[in-house]
């Protein structure tokens, strides 16, 4: 297919894990990892929570389970987050980078729990998003009604990945571009299809803006008022090649496309 107006080629191919033959690996680096906490509530109960440690310090349960009384529970592992000895191993032999967003506390060393071994972990003092790969595309130039839509384009390779899309118009403003496009909206297509996927217009009334302003800074997106007329999409992707048209119905003016991977 075709496509009018002005395109940006750019490739999403984030954290993939196949190379050719003859070509140097790229070194992994995990945004979150297999955890565990263990707990005692106010009623004497104690509970083992599993769940998913990311490189931002966060946990999120996934699972909760009670704890048998005949288990013994060393105080220095309660409220803490712990991960088996055995996934730790497992993590490192993927790559010398693999878990440079986490330390385990070597000085205490294993911690037995019911014929189990835990290490306590935490996230390293300068984590990294990614390693090794392009994160931030973007592309601006002038739009206005009538006329050909500003379009950027990307490729998702291998697997199915999360994207932040936005379309800039007013958040231009601050840095001094002259006449932002006032109101902008992006519509999403996958290539080979002439029916768009997604649409949106003002960011800030999606039921998702909070997530949507969480990932922008995470991934170090300038921030865009919530009640601007600025467009935004976090979306998960599966493999393919994609476009971004952005387009208004109001005044003409220069607009921003930006293309972020979310790790």
Known sequence: MTLPGRLLAVALAACSLSWP?????????LYEISAVRFSVDGLGNRWIERGLLDSLGR?????VSPVFESVTLPPVILNRTVITVEAWLAYGNLGSEAVGNFLIDEQQGMIRVSQRDYYLVEVAPEPKLDLGDAVNFSTRGRVAPGEEPLI????????????LIRGVGPGLARFGVPQPVADP?????????????????????????D????????????????????????????????????????????????????P
Not at 21 to 29: D, S, T
Not at 59 to 63: D, L
Not at 156 to 163: L, P
Not at 188 to 208: C, V, Y
Request: charged letters at 20%; zero cysteines.
């Open 21 to 29: 033959a003859h070509a140097i690996p790229r070194p992994i680096r």
């Open 59 to 63: 946990f999120q349960g996934q699972s």
């Open 152 to 163: 950027g384009g990307f490729v998702v390779e291998n697997q199915h990945r999360w994207v």
């Open 185 to 209: 909206h992006i519509v999403i297509f996958k290539n080979g299809s002439t029916q768009f996927q997604f649409f949106n217009d003002n960011w800030g009334e999606r039921p998702d803006a």
């Open 211 to 262: 997530r949507i302003a969480e990932v922008a800074a995470s991934v170090g997106a300038f921030t865009l008022d919530r009640d601007s007329k600025d467009a935004a999409y976090l979306i998960e992707l599966e493999p393919g090649a994609y476009t971004v048209h952005l387009s208004t119905d109001g005044a003409g003016g220069t607009g921003l496309i930006e293309i972020y991977v979310v």
